[in-house]
């Protein structure tokens, strides 16, 4: 069962397989891919196709990120599919993975965290913004494979209402054993959202990567 198949993929940026590299982009709970896709508007470049997809009901999961992960399942499985399958065809246009970028907030941030962690490979680069690798306490981190230096930026608050500081914690060392080069930054009483920093380091991260 994959509740998420066939939903509604928002692009915008160059037509994929007409430019150099691409950037996923993964929405919240009660969001949709136009919400996440404003984000491309600050990350402007002319060779990049932006890709949003979608998740059924608005929800990749139903339950918190840190509930048992059979409880949050198909969604999970559904959601790492709907990525993975972008990326695919993201690399059957010709570009190649280390030209893939990704970004997600929220749930959508664990989401693609996990995506990281179980496909590791040689990406663009990762923005997680305000989310972590799924699953609760104790939930086993063996993930087989490398991320072969890929840059992965984890920004969260220190009392974010949904995602605890430990787990964002515990993802960057996750992502440091899988040989991803990590940025991690935890901004003191920020509400659940994504501030001009976070902004400003994808930035950089798209300019060093793409020029």
Known sequence: MKP???QHIQAGGKELGKGTA?????????????????????????????????AANYTWYPYSFLAPIPQNE?????????IGRLVEQVKEAGIPS???FFVGFSQGACLTSEFLARHPDTYGGALIYS??????KGTSRNYPGS?????????????????????????A???????????????????????????????ELLEKSLG
């Open 173 to 203: 060392e996750v992502f440091e054993k899988l040989e991803a080069e990590v940025t991690k930054r935890i901004y003191p009483g920020m509400p659940h959202t994504i501030i001009e920093d976070e902004i400003l380091f994808g930035k």
């Open 4 to 6: 998420h198949f066939g």
């Open 131 to 136: 989310g972590g690798l799924i699953g609760p």
């Open 74 to 82: 198909p969604g999970i499985s559904s959601g790492i599919f709907t």
């Open 98 to 100: 280390e030209k893939v």
């Open 147 to 171: 991320l072969k230096g890929t840059p992965i930026f984890l920004g969260c608050s220190d009392v974010d209402a949904h995602v605890p500081k430990w787990r964002v914690d515990e993802s």
């Open 22 to 54: 691409a950037m996923i982009m993964v929405h919240g709970r009660g969001a949709g891919p136009a919400s996440i896709l404003e984000l491309a508007a600050h990350f402007p470049h002319g060779d990049l196709s932006y890709l949003a997809p979608g």
